[in-house]
């Protein structure tokens, strides 16, 4: 992602890359350079990003998933200090998919039960993906029915694949997403790094960046 990330950058005459961090390199000297943070590293690093934004002053867009509950804690109380865009999928299709999703939960009810599958490359390490996550809790909290069944497959060099089926009498309503190549995740991070720059302290999603909410 951080190669997408710059690749997009490179194309955008809005955009300048002031620093790159990878794993064992400094976060201070990049964090100070920067005029808003992008994370997509590991969860484990989370502390320490919240805590160098904080010292900043620095907006963060966060694209690492995994994160524990109280890893998450973390990021909702730094959201008190700073403006944040934290989301599972910076994809607008993969967030058109969102709310596609949540939009059926509702006109279908509680009489359709929902199943996901999702299959990303063999190096992914979270299963399920932040993607199906998010798409279960969408559903579960729109139903208030039970645990959303997730599938996860692993294989390849798959980019990502989200299908969620709702099956009802005689009938099943199918949404998909493909995504073919990272540089829609990069674009969307991107156009998040832009937006969230003159947003007052709070915790924001993708679909408050593309206007879904």
Known sequence: MGQAISAAAARDP??????????????DA???????????????????????ALEH???????TTG??????????????????????????????LFWLTGRAAKLLGKSFDAEIVETHHK????????TAKTLAEIITGITGKGDVPVASIREGEVVGVHDVTFSGPG????????AESRETFATGALTAAKWVLDKPPGLYSMQDVLGLT
């Open 123 to 130: 190096m992914k390490k979270d299963a399920p993906s932040g």
């Open 67 to 96: 994160h524990t509950e109280g890893q998450k804690d973390y990021i909702r109380t730094t959201a008190k200090s700073l403006p944040i865009v934290f989301a599972s999928n910076f994809s607008v299709g993969v967030n058109a």
């Open 14 to 27: 809005q955009l300048t890359i002031s620093a790159q961090v990878d794993a064992g390199d400094s976060i």
């Open 30 to 52: 990049g964090m100070a350079a920067s005029d808003a943070a992008i994370d997509f590293s590991a969860a484990s690093t989370i502390e320490e990003i919240c805590r160098l």
């Open 171 to 178: 009938e099943q309503l199918e949404l998909v997403h493909r």
């Open 57 to 63: 002053r620095r907006p963060l867009v966060i694209g």
